[in-house]
């Protein structure tokens, strides 16, 4: 069994920083994706940034050039630095991992969520 904690979230004024952190712990063997998303009130769960196991980034268009997603593989941890945050980048963060936790087999696992608002 594998699970995520996240933490970072919290409330910051236009132009802020937040650092988000996902730790898995439990049953890893490796782990390939990592990523974030977010989920607004009112919208449909977006994808914000992944990277994979070689360090390949994706970013969606709203954030590129303010956020950034890292990797940390010792520590079984990914990172979202949030950058001039706006006040629409105020959603529900998820992190998830594609983990796994034998040579043939993978987990797809979600963190519960941390809450980041933009707002004066």
């Known amino acids: 069994q594998v699970q995520l904690v996240e933490s970072g979230g919290g409330l910051v004024q236009p132009g802020g920083s937040l650092r988000l952190s996902c730790a898995a712990s439990?049953?890893?063997?490796?782990?390939?994706?990592m990523g974030w998303y977010c989920q607004a009130p009112g919208k449909e769960r977006e994808l914000v940034a992944r990277?994979?196991?070689?360090?390949?980034?994706y970013y969606v268009n709203s954030v590129k050039g303010r956020f950034t997603i890292s990797r940390d593989n010792a520590k079984n941890t990914v990172y979202l630095q949030m950058n001039s945050l706006k006040p629409e980048d105020t959603a529900l963060y998820s992190c998830?991992?594609?983990?796994?936790?034998?040579?043939?087999?993978?987990?797809?696992?979600w963190g519960q969520g941390t809450l980041v608002t933009v707002s004066s």
């Open positions: 998830y991992m594609v983990v796994r936790t034998t040579r043939v087999t993978y987990v797809e696992v």
């Open positions: 439990g049953s890893i063997f490796s782990i390939e994706d």
């Open positions: 990277i994979t196991s070689d360090g390949i980034t």
